[in-house]
């Protein structure tokens, strides 16, 4: 897989050759997914812009953590195409897409409640990074962690954990970051400095793509937003016009 | 002092055999989910093969050591892995379980066909016996030394390995979240397989270690057994730390020989003792563990089972009942009476399914509570003498009330607990009752009264009367059991479909959501446990009364384990799976085995070929069990689905019904045999639905093009071409090559 697929590495040279700017660093067409013999996804067509935020907004049971799960190799596509920089990708596996560069937190905070703090950012060095980089920015960012390093993930406030599970995109340096209801049971103040940080690092130059059900928290920051209802995008286009649409889907669809 | 210090390190050195196989069973349950009863088959077959290359061909010690320890343990742990355990994500406790135990029965299936237990095996201690060092007064063996050596290595290599290395740190990470590991770019099944070679690699570093201290002798259910001690250990460190079972395995050895040290040796309790410490251990330590947290979310698992409805259960039950009249009929008075036991079987089956099927909980000693009910039935209910002595209903009754009452008492304390303890406890249970109450032949005297639990190491229970109904006779004895049996599942099918029934369904899918509803959890699970004992112990009596003599091998606990097998097998959800397993476990096994075996004594020339065959039948019960993890919910459920899916092909129902009393009438006429028909009928019965789908499916269209023939007979299109490209993952000539 890797000889197929190139390592997308956009972060360096945003002012790269012209195809990288038109090709979508990941992108979904007519994705079809299910469960057993119930489909949930109905033909999905997404794209991610090298370098861009895209908010994935809609209620609850619309799709939106199974096409987050698609994008990361957790669910397989049973129809359409899953592609990376312009490659079709369908049926890879959760650890190569991790290796190609998608860092994906998964619904509920991706961490090992079993592991200490350092221990999971050990963990995260799957990819291929050093643990000494990963501590490095991690404790930078959020000092709170170095404190706790030795620490139970588990024991930690719900805010500090997904501090740690963020941890693991600062670290390693991917070209996607996949974030699905990153304020699920969090206090506001702490989602706002979560979304502060994935600002930060949208203006590094990764590509984001943020699942949220609560719209008002990601539309600021988004570049773009799409609107998932019953299983398809019915909407993409710049956050203001996606803001106006979501009052009368959310209630009306 | 001397006494007390030599004591004490023979204590340690067993300790720390118990540790080594206990961090074994420790890794693997940490890092698969799994917990392994196999583990002492494993530490089994690697003591076998370390006899047959040290013994037999006569290597050198250190050779078989490597090849043994170093080669043989972690590919039998790499290849369960890969061809079983991997399979088992996302089942119920009781599947995984299953498994594990079908591979145990399995492994020593394999070993007493490979090695003779006629035969004497004997393994030596490393550097012989006589190498020994005296300190301070005490003897200590080299081979002993290398167990404590082996041992405190062992525990500081696992706690390196576990926090100080990242695929140590890794697999402990893949129980918590194998999604998630994924998505840090590990392999899961990778960290998994690395688990399962180490911890059977420590699995048959102590099989090889424990057999010369234990005296030398090997034997496969022994070993296996000797390893299961081992459990007691690992639940001190409750499956989890490995300091503390390091801890827990030295006060197991402690005790151990302490106990032989310092308690009368007169008659046969304190040996008895000896061998039930580890599992009162284990018992006593699951009473002390705090209560688990309730889990918030529903259990998620693969089997799905139907409900029967109390009219359907009626119907099948007299269907049953007529189909077993007219089937014995057919069967000459040997025959009969073996039918007659394997419907005892049958009974003591549908113990599980309520219990296991309907409740989700686990008792891995069923027979257990038959032996208990058929003693107090042996010590209350005979009445008469010689041939004329039979069993009172008064004896039977008071036999299942004590059995339940005994169930309710093993189950209490293990209760607050998750399924997994439960199964130990009446594991422990199991063993206890097999070792102290079944052995135990000398006479004791309580409360004025002198009896002896046990006498002579048999009982002779014979069969019971009620008035009019005698069970001397073979067929009344089996249409007796088969209308009980029939009686008793429309009695379950009731007991489901009621309120007691949703309950027990409800804290099977999710014990929090049933706490919140206001039920009290502790009250459904004691009274479903006592229902079921009581049912095992109704069993019981009638499979003893159907031997007509029991030992205490009649209720053992492989004899308990294959029974649970069999039914899960079958389906554990279904009364029908309690029959067919019940079935298996009572007859088919045993009916085949005996038929080969015979088989062997008559022709010369073929005895090897039907002396394997025998051996055959016997590993492929447990590779049946195996493949559990595969089809979760029995392959009565593949028929009856299979049979619900033919509603339309009507003509074949009758055509195969038609056939079957043909079959019928010619069989009973004598024109074809007894067996002919058996085997006949039950392929019909199999292919039925193989044939229905074929016949349905006839007219259906064939899937979509593949891609290598895509454009073979059909007209090669631009769109077939992008398609081509797409699937190639070649570059789009469309919008996206245009801009470059």
Redesign the interface.
């Known amino acids: 897989m890797s000889e197929?697929?190139p390592q997308p590495r956009t972060a360096d040279d945003p002012a790269g050759a012209?195809?990288a700017e038109?090709?979508p660093l990941l992108e979904l067409a007519g994705v079809r997914a299910g469960y057993g013999a119930i489909e949930v996804l109905h033909g999905v067509d997404l794209a991610l812009r090298p370098g861009s935020l895209l908010a994935l907004l809609g209620p609850n049971g619309g799709g939106k953590s199974t096409t987050m799960r698609v994008c990361?190799?957790?669910h397989p596509v049973s129809g359409g195409?899953l592609r990376f920089a312009?490659?079709?990708v369908n049926g890879i596996?959760?650890?190569d897409a991790?290796?190609l560069g998608v860092?994906?937190?998964?619904e509920g905070r991706?961490?090992?409640?079993?592991?200490t703090v350092r221990?999971n950012l050990?963990?995260?060095?799957?990819?291929?990074a050093r643990l000494e980089d990963l501590e490095e920015k991690a404790y930078a960012r959020f000092p709170v962690l170095g404190e706790r390093r030795r620490q139970l993930a588990g024991s930690l406030s719900g805010g500090e954990q997904q501090m740690l599970a963020l941890s693991?995109a600062l670290g390693t340096d991917p070209a996607v970051l996949l974030l699905d209801e990153l304020s699920m049971g969090l206090a506001p103040m702490i989602v706002t400095r979560m979304y502060e940080t994935v600002t930060e690092l949208v203006a590094g130059g990764l590509s984001v793509l943020v699942a949220e059900q609560f719209a008002r928290a990601v539309l600021p920051i988004a570049d773009t937003a799409a609107l998932m209802l019953h299983g398809r995008v019915v909407a993409a286009g710049p956050p203001g016009e996606i803001e106006d649409r979501l009052s009368s889907d959310y209630l009306g669809g | 002092m001397t006494t007390f210090l030599t004591y004490t390190i023979l204590g340690l050195v067993l300790g720390s055999v118990y540790f080594i196989a206990a961090s074994g069973l420790v890794l693997t349950y940490n890092t698969s989910g799994i917990f392994n009863f196999a583990h002492g088959a494993q530490a089994m077959f690697g003591t076998f093969l370390y006899w047959h290359f040290t013994e037999r061909w006569g290597w050198p010690v250190w050779l078989a050591l490597l090849l043994v320890v170093g080669v043989a343990g972690p590919a039998m742990g790499a290849a369960l892995h890969t061809a079983i355990m991997r399979g088992l994500r996302g089942t119920a406790d009781v599947t995984k379980i299953i498994v594990t135990v079908a591979v145990l029965l399995g492994t020593v299936y394999l070993a007493q066909w490979v090695w003779s237990p006629d035969e004497a095996h004997t393994v030596d201690m490393f550097f012989g016996a006589g190498a020994k060092v005296t300190v301070a007064g005490v003897v200590i063996r080299y081979h002993e030394l290398v167990c404590l050596v082996a041992a405190v290595a062992i525990a500081a290599g696992l706690r390196v390995l576990f926090t100080r290395s990242r695929a140590g740190v890794v697999m402990r990470g893949s129980v918590d979240d194998p999604d998630l590991l994924r998505l840090n770019g590990h392999d899961p099944e990778r960290a998994a397989m690395l688990s399962w070679a180490l911890g059977s690699t420590l699995a048959v570093l102590a099989g090889v270690l424990i057999v010369p201290i234990s005296g030398g002798g090997l034997d496969a259910n022994m070993l296996t057994l000797l390893v299961i001690d081992a459990f007691a250990a690992a639940m001190f460190g409750r499956l989890r730390s490995i300091p503390r079972t390091l801890v827990g395995a030295m006060v197991l050895g402690l005790a151990a020989n302490y106990v032989l040290a310092y308690l009368p040796s007169a008659g046969t309790f304190t040996g008895n003792l000896r061998v039930s410490l580890p599992m009162i251990l284990l018992f006593v330590v699951l009473v002390v563990l705090p209560q688990d947290r309730l889990r918030g979310a529903a259990i998620r698992t693969r089997e799905r089972y139907r409900v029967p409805t109390v009219r359907a259960a009626a119907v099948w039950g007299a269907v049953l009942v007529a189909v077993v009249y007219l089937y014995s009929l057919l069967l000459s008075d040997g025959g009969v009476s073996t039918f007659a036991l394997g419907m005892t079987f049958a009974i003591i089956a549908l113990s599980l399914t309520v219990l296991t099927g309907y409740a989700g909980e686990l008792n891995l000693a069923p027979l257990a509570f038959g032996a208990v009910a058929t003693v107090v039935a042996f010590h209350t209910g005979v009445e008469g003498t010689g041939l004329a002595s039979y069993m009172s209903v008064r004896g039977l009754l008071l036999g299942v009330a004590v059995a339940a009452l005994v169930g309710g008492l093993v189950a209490l304390p293990a209760l607050r607990l998750r399924g997994l303890y439960l199964a130990l406890a009446t594991m422990a249970f199991g063993e206890f009752l097999s070792n102290m109450v079944l052995r135990d032949t000398t006479e004791h005297e309580l409360f004025g009264f002198t009896f002896t639990l046990f006498p002579d190491g048999s009982l002779v229970v014979p069969p019971p009367k009620a008035g009019p109904l005698d069970l001397r006779d073979g067929t009344t004895f089996l249409m007796t059991a088969t209308v009980l049996f029939a009686l008793i599942a429309v009695g379950l099918a009731a007991l489901r479909g009621g309120g007691y029934g949703r309950r027990l369904a409800a804290m099977k899918d999710s014990p929090a959501a049933t706490a919140m509803l206001g039920q009290n959890l502790v009250r459904l699970k004691l009274s479903v446990f006592m229902i079921s004992a009581a049912i095992a112990g109704l069993g019981g009596v009638l499979m003893s009364a159907a031997h007509g003599t029991v030992a205490q091998e009649s209720f053992s606990f492989v004899g308990s384990l294959s029974l649970l097998m069999l039914v899960v097998v079958a389906g554990i959800g279904y009364i029908s799976g309690a029959l067919v397993g019940g079935l298996l476990a009572g007859v088919g096994a045993s009916v085949l085995v005996a038929t080969f075996g015979d088989l062997a004594l008559e022709s010369e020339g073929m005895g090897n070929i039907y002396d394997a065959l025998g051996h055959l039948v016997l590993v492929g019960t447990a590779l049946l069990g195996m493949g559990v993890g595969r089809n979760p919910s029995g392959f009565v459920h593949d028929v009856i689905e299979g049979y619900r899916a033919m509603r339309g092909a009507r003509p074949l129902l009758y055509g195969a019904g038609a056939f079957g009393a043909g079959l019928y009438l010619l069989a009973l006429t004598g024109v074809i045999g007894t067996w002919t028909f058996a085997l006949v009928a039950l392929c019909v019965i199999m292919l039925l639905p193989v044939l229905g789908r074929m016949y349905l499916d006839e007219g259906r269209r064939d899937r979509p093009t593949p891609l290598e023939l895509a454009g073979v007979d059909e007209p090669y299109t631009e769109e077939l071409r992008a398609r081509l490209d797409r699937e190639l993952g070649l570059p789009a000539l469309g919008k996206g090559g245009a801009g470059a």
């Open positions: 197929l697929v012209a195809p038109t090709v990361a190799g957790l195409e312009g490659r079709k596996s959760a650890q991790a290796r860092c994906s937190i998964p991706g961490i090992f409640p079993n592991l221990e050990w963990a995260a060095t799957g990819t291929g693991r």
